[in-house]
């Protein structure tokens, strides 16, 4: 398994003891055993390839623990990744054609209103290019 960012995370333990490093969130918990309030500590790990197919195939998860007394402990999924984002280029694009379009709607004699702050410079360029060739 490797060890995955975990959402929201508050610390990272370990590091100091020689280890990689391990994000955890830390939670309070409404605890069956322990009751609420019960403080938890939660880290995410995702499979190598290898280990998907294994999981697919059947095979059982295995939680090692150093020392001889384990603390209590909960294993469960956590939710699924978002949806990748719209490749750099795309939204490069759809940001250009939202700005081209309220500025070519303003456009009037070779005056166009300001452009809008989310945009780099070489947005704004690449508009100004535009927007000079309908002259």
Same mark, same amino acid.
């Given at each position: 398994?490797? %060890? !995955?960012? %975990?959402?929201?995370a /508050? ?6 003891? =020689?280890?990689?490093?391990?994000? &955890?969130r830390?939670e309070?918990? $409404?605890?069956? @055993? $322990?009751?609420? =309030? /019960?403080? !938890?500590? @939660? ?5 190598? #390839? ?5 999981? $697919?195939? =059947?095979? *059982? @998860?295995?939680v090692?623990? &150093? ?13 699924? #990744? ?9 939204? &490069?694009?759809?940001? %250009?054609d939202?700005?081209?379009? @309220? %500025?070519?709607?303003?456009? +009037?004699?070779?005056k166009y +209103?300001?452009l #809008? #702050?989310? &945009? /780099? $410079?070489d947005?704004? *360029? ?5 927007l000079? +060739?309908?002259?």
């Amino acid at each position: 398994m490797i %060890i !995955a960012h %975990i959402e929201g995370a /508050t610390r990272i333990c370990g590091k100091a003891q =020689g280890y990689r490093g391990l994000p &955890l969130r830390d939670e309070v918990i $409404n605890d069956a @055993v $322990n009751g609420e =309030g /019960t403080p !938890a500590m @939660v880290t995410a790990w995702q499979p190598t #390839p290898e280990e998907l197919a294994a999981l $697919n195939a =059947g095979a *059982s @998860v295995h939680v090692r623990i &150093l020392g001889t007394k384990p603390p209590p402990m909960m294993v469960g999924v956590g939710p699924a #990744p978002e949806p990748a984002a719209a490749p750099a280029q795309d939204a &490069l694009a759809a940001r %250009i054609d939202d700005a081209t379009d @309220v %500025i070519v709607r303003d456009y +009037s004699g070779g005056k166009y +209103s300001a452009l #809008p #702050p989310c &945009l /780099t $410079n070489d947005e704004r *360029s690449m508009i100004v290019r535009a927007l000079r +060739s309908l002259k």
